[in-house]
């Protein structure tokens, strides 16, 4: 029988897909990666009887990477990434996609991709194809083998129909992507590199762990440093306005506005001021009454949909869309990413709109509609991706909760405000004349609220007065005065409006959009202020300034609109894919080569706004080299300078850092510190210039005491290691010596921690190993006062992990200790790197160091 093999983008999307096409008779296995489970079912393909699997990746299966010697930062030039080569690897390694993919599909004989429907999920479905092409019978990338499902709904009758009218994967628009992505990671890694080292390693309060440069990401910060740049230079003007105030029959007090509005010259405000100040009375010239309409919205898409997240919902972009995608994979909306504005012809409208009758909301609103007779949904714009967003299935408060009703409330608010009437409003226009200076008065009153039945926050809130004039009344003048104000400045941009500016220049996508609106605030180049405005930092604002100066062009966005349109020409099938590529990196390379050899431009702005590092931080720790003090900057990146020196050392982040009772390394005398996230957290000891030059092979930049393979030092793996972790590939779970009184051992690779006799006065790691599982056994002491060893003794020795006298006092994790001890290191077990005994420790350091080499 055949098989056929489905590939959905997300877990909970195949889950949905598998119960849609089985009519509910699918079986569910787990897959071997945990992440992504297996559903199986019978049923007919192309007319055959077929067994289905259906599974999921998450996301992408491959990103794009350099090769691995081109990732180290201190010995590449980053003028290398233009032209360097560059490779696939896997997107999230743990989840071992790709082996799983192919595992799944051997010997399958079609192969069905049910991926997003945009430029993304195309390049997702060729990932797809790529990791199955050697597991799958016949040619993957055939006609005959492969295929592709459009889709915009969760619903039966959309899966159903995408099933029975399968297509193919679009080439052109995966490599489209595969060019953004390159782009996007030579461009972005050279100045982001270059930048970051150069200013890092110059200034104390950056308070940036990155200082980072995307094509996109840059022009999105400058529309704001433009905005922030408007409001530092304004100039409020002062201007005069004429303000007249009659009162009718009925003793009601009326402002008109004045036809001129407003005087800029207070000389020429006060000569129609006298105009009109000793009048008693005004004279009705003409009342026009005139039926308007509010017009009914188009259809949602995304960038709308964003819009209203943000200023209307107090939602951010980002976190809006992450709520859209869940509603979508439940099948309450239909997919989120689109640009259309306009319904489908074949678009059930009806169908979607009977669906929402017997909501508690808006159920009655929805009657009356269907009862007086649906009105055609105004024309938008079809761009070709996706039916616009509307609501799929009914839901109440009870099923949604928080964010994600809210948001799915104005999803369907709007679509039944799309078929529902204008609004229609009467508008009066009473003009007035005072010695021949004309002034006016108007106000609406509700015809029908239409649309704005629904959409409630659209409603006029009452009807405006309108007083009761007629044509040549003579109204009493009750004061006349000259109002002096000023201009104000242009406020912050909003989240709303710099969607608006970047869809209108082509920045990004409307899947992109709210990913680097999201990056320019968490690399702190913005902050988010009340009203969802985006205030610029100074690390921003000098940023973009610094672009101004050297080239205006890496921060206008008519080259990233250039670019975008060239990828569009390459999805297309109308533009070169090779070609496009390298006459973009061509300019980008010319580009950072002349802001490298400008950067003191820049630099000179970094002066002003920030200070060196010598006159950053406070006292800390003493040097190793020259015995003065180091100053610790708590500003991100965390990091010790010696201004004498004028040496930088990295530390560990987002902990803290203090000293470790004032012991210095072996090695190189520099003082001992301790980075910890508190007593539930991760912690380790190390000593900075060995967590930045590493003194061994075995050890890697960036690890401490727990990693360091000295022979004798007491605070070394050597010395506190006590076996494998089971949680990772190559960790080893060490003691950590600064934990106590609430001692610790933790894997020195992945997070694992596992607390232990708390309140101990001391623990040691022994030379002994476990006869049960090879770890090696420690030896721990209690204060008489505090001790919770059995029969109140002061010391025991024993196994943490197999010892039944240290079972109540292990907090033991099922799943963070191998039950049988991997080997470790030339044969050596329990991840010491020795074996049973301990070699006689050498008298002096050159000694200790001659012994471990040799």
Not at 179 to 195: H, K, M, N, P, S
Not at 705 to 730: A, E, K, Q, R, V
Request: glycine share 6%.
């Amino acid at each position: 029988m055949p098989s056929v093999f489905m590939v959905a983008e997300k877990p909970s999307l195949a889950a949905s897909l598998a119960n849609i096409l089985s009519n509910e008779k699918s079986s569910t296995r787990k897959g071997f990666n945990g992440a992504c489970s297996v559903h199986e079912w019978y049923g007919t393909f192309q007319n055959v009887s077929c067994m289905f699997k259906m599974t999921s990746v998450c996301g992408h299966v491959m990103g794009v990477d350099f090769i691995s010697k081109y990732n180290n930062w201190d010995r590449v030039d980053p003028v290398e990434l233009f032209s360097c080569p560059i490779e696939k690897k896997e997107a999230t390694p743990k989840l071992k996609m790709p082996a799983f993919l192919a595992a799944e599909a051997r010997g399958c004989d079609y192969l069905v991709l049910w991926l997003d429907c945009d430029k993304e999920g195309e390049n997702i479905c060729f990932e797809v194809m790529n990791a199955v092409s050697t597991s799958i019978k016949g040619n993957v990338y055939s006609n005959s083998v492969t295929y592709r499902a459009k889709f915009s709904a969760i619903t039966q009758k959309d899966i159903k129909e995408a099933f029975n009218n399968l297509s193919h994967p679009n080439e052109n628009e995966a490599r489209s992507v595969d060019a953004r992505q390159e782009l996007d990671l030579r461009i972005g890694c050279a100045f982001t590199r270059f930048q970051t080292k150069f200013f890092q390693g110059r200034y104390g309060d950056l308070d940036s762990s990155l200082i980072s440069y995307g094509p996109c990401q840059t022009p999105t910060l400058g529309f704001c440093v433009q905005r922030h740049d408007q409001i530092q230079t304004f100039k409020p003007e002062t201007y005069w306005v004429v303000q007249v105030n009659v009162v009718t029959k009925d003793n009601f007090k009326v402002s008109l506005d004045w036809s001129r509005v407003r005087s800029f010259d207070k000389e020429v405000a006060n000569m129609f001021l006298q105009l009109v100040k000793d009048q008693k009375e005004a004279k009705v010239v003409s009342v026009v009454s005139k039926e308007k309409s509010k017009a009914r919205p188009v259809a949602l898409n995304t960038v709308e949909l964003m819009r209203i997240a943000s200023s209307g919902l107090g939602m951010g972009p980002h976190h809006a869309m992450q709520i859209a995608e869940r509603l979508y994979t439940q099948g309450y909306i239909s997919y989120p990413r689109t640009e259309t504005t306009s319904y489908p012809p074949n678009f059930d409208l009806m169908g979607v709109l009977k669906q929402q009758q017997h909501s508690d909301e808006w159920g009655s609103d929805v009657k009356e509609l269907l009862k007086s007779g649906m009105n055609k949904p105004k024309q938008g714009k079809d761009v070709g991706d996706h039916p616009p967003i509307t609501p799929m299935r009914l839901a109440s408060r009870k099923e949604l909760e928080g964010d994600a009703w809210r948001l799915y409330d104005y999803i369907t608010r709007h679509f039944i405000a799309t078929v529902s009437k204008d609004c229609k409003y009467m508008s009066t226009t009473i003009t007035l004349s005072i010695n021949d200076e004309v002034f006016s008065v108007t106000g609406k009153t509700l015809i029908d609220p239409g649309y704005t039945g629904v959409m409630t926050w659209q409603a006029f809130g009452k009807n405006e007065f309108v007083p009761n004039f007629t044509v040549n009344e003579m109204v009493t003048i009750s004061d006349v005065k000259l109002g002096e104000y000023q201009t104000n400045p242009p406020d912050y941009l909003t989240e709303s409006e710099l969607i608006t500016l970047m869809e209108k220049h082509g920045i990004g996508t409307d899947a992109s959009i709210p990913v680097h609106i999201n990056n320019i605030c968490q690399r702190n180049y913005v902050q988010v202020i009340a009203g969802r405005k985006l205030k610029p930092t100074t690390l921003g604002i000098v940023l973009v300034h610094g672009y101004q100066k050297i080239d205006p062009e890496l921060v206008l966005p008519t080259m990233r609109t250039a670019v975008e349109e060239q990828l569009n020409l390459i999805a297309a099938g109308k533009a070169n894919f090779n070609a496009v590529l390298k006459h973009t990196v061509d300019i980008f390379r010319l580009k950072f080569q002349y802001f490298v050899k400008n950067i003191d431009g820049m630099d000179q702005l970094f002066e002003v706004s920030f200070s060196p590092l010598s006159a950053t931080g406070k006292a800390h720790s003493r040097c190793g080299k020259c015995r003065r003090y180091m100053k610790y900057i708590q500003a991100k990146p965390q990091r010790l300078h010696c201004s004498q020196c004028d040496e930088t050392y990295s530390l560990p982040q987002n902990g803290t850092v203090k000293l470790f009772r004032e012991l210095k390394c072996p090695l190189d005398e520099f003082e001992l510190l301790c980075w910890t996230m508190g007593n539930k957290g991760k912690s380790f000891v190390f000593c900075p210039y060995c967590y930045n030059h590493p003194p061994f092979k075995d050890m890697k930049k960036g690890t401490g005491c727990n990693s360091c393979t000295h022979p004798t030092c007491p605070y070394s793996l050597n010395s506190n290691g006590i076996c494998n972790c089971s949680n990772c590939d190559f960790g080893v779970l060490v003691l950590d010596p600064s934990s106590g009184p609430k001692w610790k051992i933790g894997c020195n690779r992945c997070d694992t921690i596992i607390n232990l006799f708390d309140d101990a006065q001391k623990i040691s790691v022994q030379e002994e190993c476990c006869d049960e599982c090879g770890s090696q056994t420690v030896n721990v002491e209690y204060k008489q006062e505090k001790t919770k060893l059995p029969n109140s003794a002061l010391s025991m020795k024993g196994c943490v992990f197999c010892s039944t006298e240290f079972g109540r006092l292990v907090d033991k994790p099922k799943t963070a200790v191998a039950s049988r001890p991997r080997v470790f290191r030339g044969g050596k077990t329990a991840g010491r790197g020795r074996g049973k005994g301990r070699p006689k420790q050498p008298k002096d350091k050159m000694a200790q160091l001659a012994a471990y080499f040799v």
